[in-house]
């Protein structure tokens, strides 16, 4: 709707009285005229000095000094894709083949200048898509490829004109005229496998010393895969499986199955489920007689989830295999022919509680839970080798969580302790560059090579009193340069108060600012959190100190390091870069309080402080939008920053129509708005696109929460329940999200260091699950509700108007009034006030109210109006809004748009 006003009055007295027209504005609504609330700024700090001086005091090494290796990029450009495989034909050692998720396998020809060609296209054929597992999972060359120029292709086939989705393995072949060319039209099936479902395709491939050919297969996904874990005559799930392409005699041809395309392969007569007349769950035979024909002779060892990857030692002809785990386990197994891994009896060693224990099952030879930041079992490479001499004769693997680990095989059949080498955020995959030797790693950001560093670079100073960062331990005066600041919604911390400073050393370096996105921080920037711990329930409580956290930008990313302080409280020592735990203490009225607290290893820094979600979690434009108190003044922090010389691509910006976050015990804001915030401050390092998770819901405060992938959609890990959701309207039990902020151990998100509820986000989830969401129903609920069922077809579509009131649907469903009572509507009151414009109107609870202001209803720039009022704000209950805009010199008109959360 338009007003207008001048600046000696207003042409109408009141909103009806004015032509209404009504826009959608993106995920906005665009009404009328509107402003909102302010909401709390953050801890009071000193004013920021101005002029800027140059830091010259920080001791801080430039690079990461604690890990042997490192890692850079083989091109010279990052991929948009996700890599899956890396590879090269066997014998060559210049040419490097890369393997895409959406169907694209490209080629370097020469490593020397890393240029890339595309070798096969198969984006046409393939299904693929946003949270789905369901693209190209692998490629494998043939071990006589010099001379046959066959390589084989699993990937995601979706056929023509059609929904469902087929596994499909399929034999490729060369151009015979162009060695970085593959004939796809050569594509010959050799099995091609109905799958229900996007996860859990598995589809690595691997050829032994003896040429057949080794394939892993998922379950199929789903609760419990569709009851595919352990059966071997039915169809390809859940298992790896051996087969002969090259058809040599001696081999058996292989059962029907809708699946199999006959004559293009045969099975290793000794493959070990032959002559199976019986299922067997451990020692245990279940009285279901075998059909022989029915047998998948095919499958080596049976019983995975998702067998992503797996390795097999040039050396002894072992099999290493990775089976991604559900909600608690990750494993490595050494595969024995034959032999069942217990999926879904078992997830690693640990038996599910609602299942019947069975023995006789094969364990897995290492496995790991999901905690400091590790997720999901990916990368598979036994190494061997002299590019790395300590790890000649190791497993390595990696996790999509970042970390790169290696376990040695020791004599007696054991292993020796997990060792972790670095970490790679959204590692997927592994291999070896033939050139050089080097492993490689390729996942979200590309191909990236390992690389032993030649020294391990300067130490870490061995306290904090030789950082530099302050003055003064004793009150933690910073040092010139060194600068304080607050935030508006703090991060849970198990009770921990803390402080933080940051420090540009260069006052000619900038940071980049941005409104949404994360800034970008030059090199040299150092952020300091420092924690104190309550040693009593007092108010305010007594306290100690804890430790304080430091995070490094360098050129090629950042480090993390932690400081203990001793019991003194004198200074702080570095702790060991695998991190340290001890118990603390809080006195109170029921005697003292025992917790557990994790002093964070550098590896596990890096877990939550990725570069999608800006390195410095807390350094944006949401969490320092607030005034402070400067010199007796209230001053925006944003501004401040500005004026002091520290923020580039600030001129324009205005802080009231900037986006905050609403601290977390603020009544004054909605549940769901707090609980969005929460997610944005807490989740997004790795629940955003680009994020290193299995789970792609969206936690970006910029994206609303209806196209988050968060209410309603299903969750990666269905907990107790077959179909959980991350979000069920009304549901607890069935609410992944409240589920693992309720609960500790592995499920616990968010995932590091906390061994403590946060009572205070779960009660605020759980009001929000059970009262706030089924009290909003969907909008197909709500034109059912408004009409019946029989006449929505008729009054439903967003844009009728069927009481004739101006508002059409779409906006009476948003602001809450009656689609079928005319005089049911919001209604905006405009008047004169003191030679301005003065707007009343009624606030909706959860929605935020913008002014905006334009020169003519035909103008596509609609801007907001710069007045306090039009800060975000999301009330948690109708507000009556007063707003007054000065007068201006021309003619001006103006319109409401309101926003959801």
Known sequence: MGLQADRLGVHARRLDAMRTSIGWISRTLAIGLAA???????????????????????RLPASAPSTDYTFESVLPYDL?????????????????FVAELPGLVRVIPDLSNPRMETFLDLRSRTRTGEGEEHGLCSIV??????????????????????????????????????????LESSEEPLISQLDRHPWHNSGDMHFDRNGYLFVSLGDEGAEYGYENAG??????????????????????????????????????????????TNYMIGNDVLPITLDPEHIRGEFYAVGFRNPWRFSIDAATGTIYCNDVGLAYREEVDVLVPGANYGWVLKEGSLPWPFWVPASGLTDPVHEYEHTEGRIAITGSLFYRGSRYPELDGTYVFGDFGGQLSQIRPLPDGHFAPE??????????????????????????????????????????????????????????APNPGVIPYSVNQVFWSDHAIKQRWFCVPKAADKVHF?????????TGTVWVKHFDFPTDSATPPATRRLETRVLAKTSDGIYGATYRWNAAGTDA????????????????????????????????????????????????????????????????????????????????????????????????????????GFLAANCVQCHQPGGATRAVWDARLETPLENAGILGATAIHPIDLADTKIVAPGDLTNSSIYVRLAGLGPLHMPPLGTFVVNTQIVSLVAAWITNDLPAHPSYAQWTTNQFGAGNVVWFGAPEQDPDGDGLPNRLEYQLGTSPTERFDRWIPELTRDRGGVRLRFTRKANRSFVVESSDSLASPYWRPVDIPENRVYFPAKDEVADIRIPATDAIRLYRIRFTTP
């Open 80 to 96: 948009t894709n996700t890599v899956v495989t890396v590879a090269s034909p066997p014998g060559e050692t210049n040419r490097l």
């Open 514 to 522: 941005e409104p949404e996105e994360p800034w970008a921080a030059p």
């Open 573 to 676: 020592d570095l702790v060991p870069g695998e991190g340290q735990e001890t118990d603390l203490e809080t006195a109170g009225p029921d005697g003292v309080r025992v917790q557990r607290w994790r002093f964070p290893g550098r590896g596990e820094c890096l877990q939550c402080h990725t570069a999608v979600a800006g390195h410095a979690l807390s350094f944006n434009t949401a969490q320092l939008n607030h005034d402070e108190d400067a010199n007796g003044t209230r001053r925006n922090l944003l501004e401040m920053l500005s004026e002091a010389g520290y923020l580039e691509g600030f001129e324009d910006a205005r802080p009231n129509l900037l986006p905050r976050l609403p601290a977390l015990d603020d009544e004054t804001w909605s549940r769901e708005a707090r609980i969005k």
């Open 231 to 276: 059966l071997f005559d039915r169809n390809f799930f859940s298992a790896v499986m051996r087969i002969d392409p090259d058809q040599r005699p001696g081999g058996v041809l292989p059962s029907p199955h809708p699946a199999v395309f006959p004559g293009t392969y045969t099975v290793p007569a000794d493959n070990p489920f032959f002559g199976r």
């Open 419 to 476: 060792q972790e080498l670095h970490w790679w955020a959204g590692l997927v995959t592994l291999g070896v560059d033939p050139s050089t030797g080097d492993i490689l790693m390729g996942g979200l950001d590309g191909v990236a090579r390992l690389l032993k560093r030649d020294h391990p670079g300067d130490p870490l100073p061995a306290h904090l009193s030789e950082t530099g960062i302050f003055s003064d331990l004793k009150t933690l």
């Open 36 to 58: 909102c609330l302010w909401g709390r700024g953050g801890p009071v700090v000193a004013a920021i000095p101005t002029p800027r001086v140059d830091n010259t005091t920080l």
């Open 141 to 182: 060359f043939h071990p006589g490829y010099a001379t046959n120029g066959q390589f084989f292709v699993f990937y995601s086939w979706n056929p023509p004109g059609a929904t469902e989705v087929h596994n499909r393995l399929s034999r490729f072949r060369v151009d015979p005229s162009n060695p970085n060319r593959a």
